[in-house]
Nanobody
Framework: QVQLVESGGGLVQAGGSLRLTCAAS????????MAWFRQAPGKEREFVTNMNYYYDFTYYADSVKGRFTVSRDNAKNTVYLQMNSLKPEDTAVYYC?????????????WGQGTQVTVSS
């Protein structure tokens, strides 16, 4: 059974930092590229970043490049998102998932997500 549990969100001022955590079930995580997505109020869910299982490939959306860093700990079935220099436009619910494609409509299951709010 797929299980994704995101945590670490909160309220932060612009310019601040947060670190999100995603705990995934073994079947979802093992040998899979993992990805982060986000959905801002009134907007569609969008791709943020992903990292392959072997730690040697990452990809970032242009909007977060240079500010966000994805990492993972395969021994813990956990993926992280370090978010620095946060902007109000980063306000969204953040989700992780086992990577299929960048189109969120391709995914059948999502966790509850974690809310990130950046104040100006």
């Amino acid at each position: 059974q797929v299980q994704l549990v995101e945590s670490g969100g909160g309220l932060v001022q612009a310019g601040g930092s947060l670190r999100l955590t995603c705990a995934a079930s073994g079947r979802t995580f093992s040998n899979h590229t993992m990805a982060w997505f986000r959905q801002a109020p009134g907007k569609e869910r969008e791709f943020v970043t992903n990292m392959n299982y072997y730690y040697d490939f990452t990809y970032y959306a242009d909007s977060v490049k240079g500010r966000f860093t994805v990492s993972r700990d395969n021994a813990k079935n956990t993926v992280y998102l370090q978010m620095n220099s946060l902007k109000p436009e980063d306000t969204a619910v953040y989700y992780c998932n086992s990577w299929i494609r960048s189109d969120p409509s391709e995914y059948d299951y999502w966790g509850q997500g974690t809310q990130v709010t950046v104040s100006s």
